[in-house]
């Protein structure tokens, strides 16, 4: 299963996930509020995603039992979810580099309007070196963030040259001294239902 907890996820991301959703609740108490749908999700899960839109429907369901997921139907069988095969994905490591979000009403219906994931983004990006799926052109992922450049902070705890922290975009200093705060209760929220993106 893929797990949705910010304990999964790298603690930047938690960070500005956490002053995101916060600073939205008092923005737009009135507004569907957000909640996370996935941190971290495995490389099997990843195939069997990939293989929407792309292989038969007997096949993408075998690879979903295989990642321990529910069968899909022919429709959503058909349907291109992602573009990143295993390992592509910013969500297929451990920390997660990045994390997807919904919405939900006051009456627990999941909301997918994009126009509720454009006002969240922006708050989401005033955290420095993350990044948001909503902007790109080649395959829009508005529910989807991440670290900006991720594959540099996969091997973050192995040692690193002058060289190539120097050649990296985001100061790399801001993670590593990263103090991560106490992490919080996920806010309950529906497991069912929940888009996949890349
Ligand atoms: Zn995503």
């Not at 507004?31 to 007997?58: D, I, M, N, W």
Request: with cysteine.
């Amino acid at each position: 299963m893929a797990s949705r907890s910010l304990d999964d996820l790298h603690p930047l991301l938690a960070q500005a996930y956490r002053r995101a959703r916060d600073e939205y609740h008092q923005k737009y108490p009135q507004r569907p509020q957000p909640f996370v749908t996935c941190t971290y999700r495995s490389q099997e899960e990843q195939k069997a995603l990939h293989a929407q839109g792309r292989l038969p429907l007997t096949e993408i369901n075998q690879l979903r039992n295989a990642a321990g997921m529910t069968p899909i139907g022919a429709s959503e069988g058909q349907k291109r979810v992602t573009n990143a095969s295993p390992g592509q994905s910013a969500h297929n490591y451990r920390p997660a580099l990045a994390f997807d979000v919904a919405f939900i009403t006051t009456d627990q219906r999941v909301d997918w309007n994009p126009q509720l994931f454009a006002l969240f983004a922006p708050l989401v990006l005033a955290v420095a070196g993350t990044e948001w799926g909503g902007a790109w052109t080649s395959f829009q992922d508005s529910p989807h963030f991440q670290l900006r450049d991720w594959r540099t902070y996969l091997n973050a705890s192995r040692p690193r040259t002058r060289e190539a922290i120097a050649a990296t975009e985001e100061p790399l200093h801001e993670i590593e001294n990263f103090n991560p705060e106490r992490t919080e209760e996920l806010a309950e929220a529906p497991p069912t239902a929940l888009r996949s993106q890349q």
